[in-house]
């Protein structure tokens, strides 16, 4: 059986918070001074043990990482998902060695190249030209490997006309070009990729999972962390679902995403008027949504709940915005053309149900709006609720969908 080139152990990564305590609106001198000196005598035992010092009279103990366990084979392709402060980036970077993990074990065969955030491994001073021997040189290229590659680094990275000038003038999409270029063509045995590359504009991008593709093909291993989950399901052959520092799954990249989409649709799938929020006089109280069916069939379900201050306001009519996060609106929904909810009820539920077209994959958001004409607003909440589109919707597409062609893919017959 061939050995694996990353294997982690109970891996688990500790940090400590720092938090001021309550102000009080009296405190004698005495128990200021106590105060002061607990403090201080905390500080001075972590800088005299060596420890980070917290600033704060509190320390709260927070696990990044708990127990995490997997391995990676050659040329596995490893998508890592999850919701934002889950572990996905303090695992990138206990496996590039740029922390130390507090508990467990990380074992690496060869040579890993990381790009976790703009200008990661770059010397600002430094020109272009300068940092792709200085980054070829940390791998542990000699300086014939490097020169033999290095013109397809800056023809792929497009900064040849900036070669020669410091880096720290490079704007983020050039850094990051540039960045990505000297990590995926000096031939790392393992190549991880953080979300950094959503920085990128959409062609960039598509060139990056092009070279990704690439790079796997060729016997490479790639660790891929990003929030685009259909280019996860098009690039990755397996995927690690993270969950507040823990795996909870390790499985295949459709399986991971529909497990995290349950779990992201159940905490963005519902909207309540907050308390300290007055209410119109005819407004939502509350909004509901369910995402049904199969691309490219998907029916996006919706339940409100409309409460009414008037007993004589006029009827009116609903209207839900469909929108991408990344910004823009792609439709509109109108259930009815003319009023149909009138003041006979100071308390009604409504449902609607919207025949989406074919979306590509991506997270979207519904703004709900009720008025009596279209000059004219009893309430709007916008962005209130969101989902996940995950799969494509042409069946048997093998390359991936870019904004750069739109969101919606439209249904299209070969007339042979």
Known sequence: ????????????????????????????????????GRTLARKSMELVRGKQV??????????????????????????IIGSNGAGKSTLLKLLSRI???????????????????????????LSGRENIFLNGAVLGMSRAEIRSKFDEIVDFADVERFLDTPVKRYSSGMYVRLAFAVAAHLEPEVLVVDEVLAVG?????????GKMGEVAKGGRTVLFVSHNLGAVVGLC??????????????????????????????????WVRPSSREAPVLGFREIKINLVGEQPDLILEIECAFTSRASDHRDAMVAFDISQL?????????????????????????????????LIPGSYSLTAWIGPNNLESYDMVRD??????????????????????GYIAPKTTWLA
């Open 384 to 405: 209130c609720v969101s989902f996940e589109v995950a799969h494509s919707p042409t069946p048997g597409r093998t390359f991936l969908h870019t904004p750069d062609h």
């Open 54 to 79: 917290i600033q704060g009279d509190r320390v709260e103990e927070f696990w990044a990482l708990k127990d995490v366990c997997f391995e990676v084979q050659q040329g596995d392709v490893l998508g």
């Open 237 to 270: 052959s397996r995927c690690l679902l993270m969950d507040h520092g823990s795996l909870i799954l390790d499985s295949s990249p459709a399986e991971c995403v529909a497990a995290h989409l349950n779990h992201a649709q159940s905490q963005s799938d519902q």
């Open 326 to 358: 990344s910004g823009g609106v792609l439709m509109q929904a109108l259930p009815h053309p003319q009023g149909f909810l009138t003041s006979k009820h100071t308390e009604q539920i409504q449902r609607f149900a919207i025949h989406l077209p074919p």
């Open 1 to 36: 059986m061939a050995t694996p080139v990353i294997t982690v152990e109970q891996l688990s990564k500790r940090y400590f918070l720092g938090h001021q305590g309550p102000r009080e609106s009296y405190q004698s001198l005495r128990d200021s001074l106590v105060k002061q």
């Open 201 to 209: 504009d959409a062609e960039f991008q598509k060139k990056c999972m």
């Open 99 to 125: 922390t130390e993990p507090t508990k467990g074990r990380i074992t690496l065969q060869g040579r890993v190249a990381s790009l976790l955030e703009v200008g990661t491994g770059f010397h600002p001073e």
